[in-house]
């Protein structure tokens, strides 16, 4: 008798942290290039089996998912997001079916604008991150009490050149 081997639903929970303005900048571009996408196909009134609004949903996924992670909340949240809105029935007539393509375009633009907003929220934090790593990478490195008594708090105190300075000068004397 075979067990059957069963996968766990991702949490979805892994938040995001960026390394730097260039990546969340980068994201961001990428995003634009979709809503850019999104606004062609709605400029030229294109109906729901154009081609390109399946190679469209495509690239929102593949970019939510490069931008945010695998079992990152956005991805879980929009995993599955088609331009569309309403029910969906069984032989539903074709102008019912583009009106609800149609009536999607507003909600995939409010959905990417959303995660655009998420990544310009997460900026600050960048730079708090990096002034704390920084500093916990200082803490955990073993100076000569001489060079740590005239550099340690001017570094906790965020004046880094002055206290690469006074190291330097007290490694000398």
Not at 31 to 55: H, V
Not at 86 to 108: K, L, S, Y
Not at 110 to 124: F, I, N, Y
Not at 150 to 158: E, G, I, K, S, T
Request: proline fraction near 5%.
């Amino acid at each position: 008798m075979r067990k059957s081997v069963t996968q766990s639903e991702p949490t979805f929970t892994e938040i995001k942290r960026f390394e730097s303005d260039t990546e969340i900048d980068h994201a961001i571009e990428k995003l634009e290039r979709c809503q850019t996408l999104l606004r062609e196909l709605w400029d030229c009134q294109a109906t729901y089996d154009d081609p390109r609004k399946q190679t469209l949903v495509d690239r929102i996924h593949t970019t939510v998912l490069e931008i945010f992670g695998p079992n990152s909340p956005e991805y879980g949240r929009h995993r599955h997001h088609r331009i569309w809105h309403g029910g969906m029935f069984v032989n539903m007539p074709d102008e019912d079916i583009q009106a609800a393509f149609r009536a999607g375009f507003p909600h995939t633009t409010v959905m990417l604008k959303g995660l655009m907003d998420r990544l310009e929220e997460s900026r600050p934090n960048l730079h708090r991150d990096t002034a704390a790593r920084a500093r916990s990478t200082f803490d955990g490195l073993d100076l000569h009490p001489r060079i740590a008594a005239v550099c340690v708090d001017l570094y906790r105190d965020r004046h880094y050149k002055q206290a690469v300075l006074e190291a330097s000068i007290s490694l000398v004397n």
